[in-house]
């Protein structure tokens, strides 16, 4: 069933087993597990099933420094379907290595492990509708295919690693009708959660305040509450809700709202590959069950401690864009679009080249090559705007086979990196945030010594050159600052409240019915986007909270 708030009246108590707050990736996903299993859920959501822009407004913030970091009301989405309204698809999980203690990188480790999660990013994959679960290109593509440069053989080097694209799939959209249906589970949409009420002893959640935009006012008693509103507004809730714990709830070391972390992550380099065009695969290829794949690098987990990195990958990708010299008219088309695309991509398209003679360049790229322009857009709208399962991203064909790197690197735990609350109220009266995004050289050194190696594995192999610019490695690797809507980290899972905001089941330490499934519980980034694991990670935690309430195994598939 899905409601209104605004249809209560002001001072009622909505009562549940289960409260989940958020109606994101992780909270959908929550609540199609938990249904089935003889419960009473309630799922939050501030906003509706469409955008509004008064609901979005309640993100606004600030940041500490604009070029290293978004507002925080951008890429977040405050709407039923949560940021996957928005996102572009990309799966992947996190690799083993990422649950481990590495000497080389503080505050690494997780109090569990990669298979403590592999049965649940299986369910993940299917939820999202990213196919089978297998992300080795050697076990889903025939031999033909299976080298991203053809006859390249590395030992440290893997090429065959694969990131596998969900349609994308919103989960508003594409579960509202399962949820519509479900007799146990109620959705609740403008309900705004303005505070967290604690019992005297500060041990125990009594109720939440819940409030609309049109002013109904209303509370929600649950046995158990899960906070599934992402890295910046749980950490937001927490730290509001200071009447009976005066640093927060789950602050009492001051660790909510710290080691905040996205992805280090930018396009450098140049990697010439020889021979054909056809020696190198550098788009995407589909599946077997029709899911869009692509083939990243990568060193191998042995050779990241080897050298005491962190994990990282890297895509090929095309020369860069705002540059006309690569007189390729796709490329120049989307520059002069930049104003028109979504918010992440377009702001890398505004690199300070916006002098008229590099604008009539661009204009002279497309006019001198309209055959391949004219194919891309028919590819686009038939392929992307008209398509159910959208092609992922612009891929051209590369006459020169000349590529750059893409880069996607875990940033290190730094607790200066961190969100905070301001003086100034959003219209329920909540403080606003700050956040404070900063990386550490140890972020650079990392990327620089991986890329050591490719350049070493690349150039040695006779079939292809790489080489990038060490000096200017910071500069490309933060010109866009924090990347993408990766908020991860600021409520981190441990082993104890010394180290730690929740424990290996994503519960508070010492309050017994409150939980939180978001990024914000990771203690480290991986190489991967974050939402396969999100929702690994939902699954997991709904599995443990039914058992908790001794309700068992859900009676139908979540998908």
């Known amino acids: 069933m899905i409601s209104n708030l605004n249809n209560l009246s002001s001072g009622s108590i909505v009562e549940a087993d289960v409260c989940i707050v958020g109606a994101g990736a992780a909270g959908v996903s929550l609540a199609l597990s938990l249904s089935g ?18 609901t979005q407004d309640l993100y606004a913030g600030e940041v500490a420094d604009e070029k290293l970091h978004s507002p925080p ?10 940021s996957t309204t928005i996102w572009g698809g990309r799966c992947m999980p996190f690799d083993p290595i990422d649950f481990e203690p590495r000497e080389y990188i503080p505050q690494s480790g997780w109090p569990i492990s990669y298979q403590d999660l592999a049965p649940y990013y299986q369910q993940a994959n299917k939820l999202l509708e990213a196919g089978v ?7 889903v593509f025939d031999e033909e295919q299976q080298a991203a440069i053809k006859g390249f053989k590395s030992d440290i080097l893997k090429t065959n690693n694969l990131e596998r694209f969900s349609c994308p799939t919103n989960v508003g959209d594409r579960y509202k009708q399962r949820l519509v249906l479900a007799k146990d589970v109620e959705v609740l949409l403008g309900a705004n959660c303005t505070g967290i009420r604690l019992n005297q002893a500060g ?18 008693v649950a046995k158990k509450v899960i906070l599934a509103t992402g890295g910046i507004e749980t950490t937001r809730l927490l730290l509001a809700s200071n009447d009976i714990c005066k640093n927060g709830i789950g602050n009492e070391h001051d660790l909510v709202g710290r080691y905040y972390q996205c992805h280090i992550a930018g396009n450098l380099g140049k990697l010439t590959v020889l021979g054909a065009t056809s020696n190198v695969r550098h788009g995407y290829e589909v ?9 990243r690098f990568a060193l191998t987990a042995d050779t990241q401690k080897k050298i005491g990195a962190g994990n990282m990958v890297a895509r090929l990708h095309f020369p860069k864009i705002v540059d006309p010299s690569h007189k390729i008219g ?29 604008y009539l360049k661009h204009f002279a790229n497309i006019i001198l090559d309209p055959i391949d322009t004219v194919k891309f ?15 992922p991203s612009v891929i051209l064909s590369n006459k020169s086979n000349q590529f750059t790197f893409e880069i996607h690197s875990e940033q290190y735990p730094n607790p200066n990196s961190r969100i905070t609350l301001i003086s100034d109220t959003d219209i329920f009266g909540m403080p606003k945030v700050k956040v404070d995004w900063q990386y550490l050289p140890e972020d650079i050194e990392s990327v620089r010594r991986s890329l050591k190696l490719f350049v070493q594995e690349i150039n040695q192999s006779g079939l292809a050159t790489f080489e990038f610019n060490d000096d200017q490695l910071e500069e490309d690797l933060t010109r866009f600052g924090a990347y993408g809507g990766h908020h991860i980290g600021t409520t981190r899972m441990g082993t104890s409240p010394e180290n ?11 309050i017994d019915n409150l939980y939180i499934a978001s990024a914000s519980v990771f203690p480290t980034s991986s190489q991967a986007n974050p939402t396969l694991t999100i929702v690994a990670m939902s699954l997991r935690l709904a599995d443990h909270v039914a058992d908790t309430l001794n309700a068992g195994k859900s009676t139908h598939s979540i998908i």
């Open 37 to 54: 299993r003889g419960l009473k859920i309630l799922l939050l959501e501030s906003g509706f099933e469409f955008a509004d822009d008064k």
């Open 73 to 82: 009301d951008k890429y977040r989405q405050r709407r039923f379907g949560g």
């Open 133 to 139: 679960y297998e992300y080795d290109a050697d076990k």
């Open 203 to 220: 041990n125990h959640v009594n109720q939440l305040d819940i409030a609309s935009l049109e002013g109904i006012k209303a509370s929600v």
């Open 287 to 295: 599946s077997s069950e029709g899911i869009y794949c692509r083939r």
């Open 330 to 358: 796709v490329l120049s088309g989307l520059f002069l679009a930049k104003n028109f695309i979504s918010y992440e991509y377009g702001k890398r398209l505004k690199d300070g080249q916006s002098s008229l003679s590099i």
């Open 377 to 391: 857009l028919y590819h686009w709208i038939t392929k992307r705007t008209l398509a159910k399962r959208k092609f």
């Open 500 to 510: 730690s905001v929740v424990d290996a089941d994503c519960k508070l330490h010492n």
